[in-house]
């Protein structure tokens, strides 16, 4: 066993056939040992090949002298990916989660037909064999709830778009909206996953993880993928939203996203305690690198690498976040665009704001979360709210980031992980209404580079319920961002337990040609 | 002379029977027997036996002055030519009746023909006169008549097979205002309508070679709004409000085989927009006027110009990463493909980046097909070593100490297409020299002098500034 270079006491390993456990234990770790020590030779091979593959020609930075905020030596390309695949009309993305399930019949899959068949039950037809929640499968009745709200056309695509939407009605030239998409999943947690990472089950790697791994970074000094969380509004249903979301599943954890809080320091401890200057700092850093450099050769745990680049990560953040989420300097006009909740960090406008400064300081995937998008019942009191929380941040940002040129490379994503049933969870009235999970389609828009703006695309059938044309699943769905990205979902893959991992998973998937400019 | 006089009224029996065929089995539009079709399909076939015999009897008749063995023979091709010429008559005939051809190029090209057959007949009958010489002027002056009509009547075939427009289509520009060609059709009403920019020309596209003035096939003009409306022998051809109802929506989107498929006989089908297009005007009342359709824009995105390839650079590699490690400015690939080019992104270096340091990627200018300088250091010194990227698509200068004074020198960037000069100091007047760059379609001047921000309403700021 090697010694660490800070270890000063160097006695021999503890032998675990010392320790006064039982035996069955200390065989089941005598195995163990033979095998992990096994990994552990090979796995200095391998993790050196790793390292190598990841640093490119360049050498690993042997020098602890440490200049301020240097510049690691990693390709900033993924030469050995071959990424992207092709000429991307997108560099970067922002997907706007919607968490919970927004109710498509309220937003912007207009069914004027509803309306003469308040309270009448939906046929069975219509239902089919889809299975429901167990919220509702008790129900005697499925009456039908019409939208409270009216619909207007707007803009010169002469979209139908909710009252609720006054802000997104007046940028739906620029939308792609999607009344097809559709999941597998009728519940939260799997939905969100499969929304997410392309699978149901956690473990897998989300899309921003993906984007990160195979697309790099443009900014060294800001993680490549960041997460946003919208402050929590009590009123609503807020279903809890898990790292897990943002995890990387089996790729290497640097390509995790890294959230944001949504209130107080953006990052915790970032700040350097009193008495320790920016100098020290480096110091003790290059130390802890020359450790974990020490661990890595021992072990071949790729995952020291990725402590490794976060510790140098967190480093270079230390200047670059306080800079981004620095708002004194944005003019009066940002203001004007994004209301005046934006000046309150954590909520979704201020996140919308920061997601334009990310977009413009290169950093590669921002994904902002909104929960309470839960509407199982009190339709009409809940939603006036979240649609005022959200509807002016997605108009401001999207029109921000046009006027500033920057939706010509940037790929905009608006979708939770499901719909909403069209009839009532719970009692119908005349002045509210719950609505049921409901995964056979849901709304989504896209904007910005690689779709095709001021389209439909999709439709459902007279109740929102079945999707009659174009349908676009979450597959599909999944395979067009990356499209837009540069990246062929087919060929974007990374071994794992045997099976070339993408994340569309081994269904088959499809671009959506349809979708793009 | 008793041998004569029968040629002569044979001659006149047929000259006859053919003046009055199409008053026999008139061209009414409706498609007749399918053995008919059959055999005039063999009509653009056959067509060129007689064109080539026509056009020897002359030459053998001028050479024949210098060798008489060749007069001879031309008495003999004139023969074949005329069989030929009613022999293909017939069969040009049997394709208008059968397929239920009209239009005016229709019925042309049919009395051409009628035409050069009686002509040739004419000249059979002059030529032995002439050849005794006992008539001298008949025989050339119909000869020279039967090569007119061969001529007009070749060039009216020629539009229904290929379109009106096949001749004039890539003709010089300057030729074609001499010529006064106008081939294409009235916008109607309203040329900002969703009909105008959007259906009339896909119907020009695909529909009106055969449904237009020239061909009316089934009897159906594409070639108006009312044509439209009025439809053809199975109907009207839209029914506003109703696309199932609306027979051409109905055809295009038939499968591929089958009998009533459009646009018939191989030619290119509909794109999946254009039949969406279709869809969606047909359902909004099909108006001729209407600006505006439900889930389609018509907002009118140039095409970009393709991108022009860049050279090789992967022998620059090396060099790529040591200035990366030098100056921290990153040169990344845009694929996977070299010729897609580099982009240089200075992102976390941009504070340090100046004048200098663009200087030093002036050795990668040839490969760097855009270029984010945002809030960089330079200064319009730059824009003299950005004049030497000659490749670059896309520039970004927001944020930068860029004046605009010297805008002009990025004239010799002929590829670039989108510039963006948000949150610097330029003003209107600078801007001008840009109007000089044609594939320049993005120029955004957010938060500039040139488009300053009006407080009162920020949203209605518009993003594309100066084209």
Known sequence: ?517 | MRDARGAWIAALLIIASLLLLPAIARLDGRPHADWQQFLGRFHPLAVHIPIGLIVLVPLLEIMGAWRPALREAAGFVLVLACAACLGTLALGYLLAYGSGDTGVTVSRHTWGGIALAITLLLCLLTRRLWSRGTELRLYPAFLVCAMLILLWTAHQGGSLTHGSNYLTEFMPAPVKRIAAFNSVSAAGPNPDSFYAKRVRPLLDTHCITCHGASKTQGGLRLDSYDGLLRGGKSGPAIVPGDPEKSLLLTRVTLPATDRHYMPAEGRPPLKPEETGWLRAWIKQSASSTATSVAGVSISDIPAEPPPQPVGDYSALMGDIRQMQQGQGAKLVAVSSKPSDGLILNTFDVAANFNDAQLAQMQRFAPYIVEADLARTDITDASLDTLSKFTHLRALHLEGTAITGNALAKLAPLSQLTYLNLSETKVTTAALVPLKAMSNLRHVYLFGTPAQPVSTADAAQTTSAGAQ
């Open chain 1, 1 to 517: 066993m090697k010694q660490h270079p800070l270890c000063s006491d160097c006695e021999r390993d503890n032998s675990i056939a010392d320790l006064p456990i039982p035996a069955g234990i200390k065989n089941e770790w005598a195995a163990l040992e033979t095998r992990r020590r096994f990994l552990g030779r090979s796995g200095k091979v391998l993790g050196w090949a790793a390292l190598a593959s990841l640093f490119g020609e360049a050498a690993p930075r042997g020098d602890a002298s440490g200049g301020d905020a240097k510049v690691p030596n990693r390709p900033t390309a993924r030469e050995d990916l071959k990424l992207p695949h092709f000429a991307p009309k997108a560099k970067r993305a922002i997907y706007l989660f919607m968490s919970g399930g927004p109710p498509q019949i309220d937003l912007l899959d207009y069914k004027p037909n509803l309306a003469a068949l308040y309270n009448k039950d939906i046929p069975d037809s219509v239902r089919g064999s889809q299975q429901l929640t167990g919220m509702t499968a008790g129900q005697a009745h499925f009456p039908v709830a019409p939208s409270h709200w009216a619909f207007k056309r707007y803009g010169q695509s002469g979209t139908y778009v909710s009252d609720l939407l006054p802000y997104t009605a007046r940028m739906v030239d620029d939308l792609t909206i999607i009344k097809s998409t559709n999941t597998d999943a009728i519940n939260h947690e799997p939905a969100i996953m499969l929304m997410n990472t392309g699978n149901m089950n956690a473990g897998k790697p989300c899309l921003g993880s993906w984007l990160s791994y195979g697309l790099g970074s443009m900014n060294d000094n800001l993680p490549t993928f960041i997460v946003l969380q919208t402050k929590v509004n009590s009123k609503e249903n807020n279903q809890p939203v898990s790292s897990r979301l943002w995890g990387s599943g089996f790729l290497s954890s640097e390509y995790a996203g890294v959230g944001l809080r949504s209130g107080g320091d953006p990052v915790l401890y970032l700040a350097d305690p009193a008495g320790v200057d920016r100098e020290v700092r480096r110091r003790m850093l290059d130390a802890v690198e020359q450790i974990n450099r020490q661990t890595l050769q021992d072990i071949g745990d790729p995952e020291t690498n990725a402590r490794i680049a976060q510790y140098e990560m967190a480093y270079r953040m230390q200047a670059s976040v306080p800079e981004l989420a620095d708002l004194s300097k944005e003019p009066q006009s940002t203001w004007d665009l994004y209301g005046p909740e934006s000046k309150e960090p954590g909520t979704f406008a201020y996140n919308c704001l920061l997601a334009r400064r990310m977009a413009e300081r290169g950093v590669r995937f921002t994904q902002i979360y909104k929960r309470g998008w839960d509407v199982h019942d009190n339709v009409t009191g809940v939603l006036p709210i979240i649609c005022g929380e959200t509807d002016r941040g997605c108009y401001a940002l999207v029109t921000d980031l046009k006027r500033r040129g920057l939706l010509d490379d940037t790929l905009v994503i608006w979708a939770g992980e499901f719909g909403r049933t069209v009839y009532s969870q719970g009692g119908l009235t005349p002045e509210n209404y719950g609505r049921d999970h409901h995964p056979r389609c849901f709304t989504t828009w896209m904007t910005g580079g690689g779709v095709r703006p001021g389209i439909t695309y999709g439709e459902t059938d007279d109740y929102s319920y079945n999707v009659v044309q174009d349908p676009v699943h979450v597959r599909d769905f999944n395979a067009t961002i990356l499209h837009c990205l540069g990246i062929d979902h087919n060929k974007f893959t990374y071994k794992f337990q045997g099976l070339d991992q993408k994340l569309t998973g081994p269904t088959p998937a499809s671009i959506v040609p349809g979708l793009l400019a």
